[in-house]
């Protein structure tokens, strides 16, 4: 197993890094998106990389845009990232990285929730209602609902929380057509994925989206889709209500880290044990071969 924390390549400027992405000017229409080992829990960076995270989560991804490429346009390109790099660089980018459309990013984070879980859960239990969503009394931590509900967030600056605002609100930000069509493409995407993956002996709970416009207005799936960083994979075998169910993707870092009572979910990260990073990286090759039928690729 390998880690890569940053890229660093010098053939291409570097547009920025996000928690876990590296971007890269390709010329003027397009990117190279790096995928690092970097992890983000409670949208603070944690210091431990995990090993071949980023390839996971690329592969997973490359996965799901393909699948759900009938759905909506997504922002790949088809052309091989070693090709856009100098030959010293090519084993930085080898299965961590993609060449993508620049779009115009949205921002707005589309998320789509099946059960009941994480900050939905909390807002429930103070409120009945996940992002004034009402929903029935008396549901127990993990519930499925009847039917997936939109409940979009607002892209925070770098550093700062994601916050989680009305659909009125996302139709003031960015327009009631298309806050509508985000919506009705989004719980598509979730309800063909969580179809899918429920034929694998997997639930996927809840899942966030992000998309871009192309120079023709045209909406794209951009970023990631469907990995274990956007998403929660839990195995039906073990599913659960009443507790939060064992998963494949960093909630197991979220739970250890909601153990720290002295940890105000703010950087600095405190330090992740061995036992946990190696675990998280278990989960997420786990859930790649569960949902795809595919081992990493060399």
Partial sequence: MTTQINSTLHSLPLLGRGKVRDNYAVGEDKLLIVTSDRLSAFDVIMNEPIPDKG?????????????????????????????????DEVEQVRGRAVVAKRLKPIMVEAVVRGYIIGSGWKDYQETGAICGIQLPAGLPQA??????????????EKGEHDENI???????????????????????????????????GIIIADTKFEFGL??????????EVLTADSSRFWPADS????????????????????????????????????????????????ALERLTGESLKA
């Fill in 166 to 200: 009305s659909f009125a609100e996302m139709e003031k930000r960015i327009g009631v057509e298309l806050a509508a069509k985000m919506r009705d493409i989004s719980i598509q995407l979730y309800t063909e994925a969580a179809n899918y993956a429920a034929t694998r």
């Fill in 143 to 156: 519930a499925k609902l009847d039917a997936p509900i939109f409940t979009p967030a607002a892209k925070a």
């Fill in 55 to 87: 390839r996971v989560l690329n592969q997973m991804a490359n996965f799901w845009f393909d699948k759900l490429a009938h759905v909506v346009p997504n922002h790949l390109t088809g052309i091989a990232p070693e090709t856009v790099v100098a030959a």
């Fill in 214 to 223: 192309d120079d023709n207005g045209v909406l794209h799936l951009m970023d």
């Fill in 239 to 286: 599913y659960a209500t009443g507790i939060s169910p064992p998963s494949f993707d960093k909630q197991f870092v979220r739970d250890y880290l909601e153990t720290i009572t002295s940890w105000n979910k703010t950087a600095p990260a405190p330090t992740l044990p061995d036992e946990v990073v190696q675990k998280t990286a278990a989960k997420y090759r786990e």
